[in-house]
Nanobody, 117 residues
């Protein structure tokens, strides 16, 4: 059973920074794409950033230039460095791990990020 565990959320003032971490464990197969998504109250879950095992990244337009996703393949861990945070970045941040060999994407439980104005 693959487990995905996020950490690093919290409360920060606008303009501040946070670093989220996500570790995936228990997979017999390589983890292909890992990503961060977020969900604000009353909104749908939306993409924040993804990174594949080769290091190729994809970002939502709203976070480009402020957020950086990185990955340690040896540890199956992905990070999200969030700078210049805005109140609209507030939400629950979820990490996922895609394992194509079993055609399944595993999700974590989420970590709360709150940005005060």
């Amino acid at each position: 059973q693959v487990q995905v565990v996020e950490s690093g959320g919290g409360l920060v003032q606008a303009g501040g920074s946070l670093r989220l971490s996500c570790a995936a464990s228990g997979s017999r197969f390589s983890i292909n794409v890992m990503g961060w998504y977020r969900q604000a109250p009353g909104n749908q879950r939306e993409l924040v950033a993804t990174i594949d095992s080769g290091g190729s990244t994809n970002y939502a337009e709203s976070v480009k230039g402020r957020f950086t996703i990185s990955r340690d393949n040896a540890k199956n861990t992905v990070y999200l460095q969030m700078n210049s945070l805005k109140p609209e970045d507030t939400g629950v941040y979820y990490c996922n791990a895609e394992v194509r060999a079993v055609m399944y994407t595993y999700w974590g439980q989420g970590t709360q990020v709150t940005v005060s104005s």
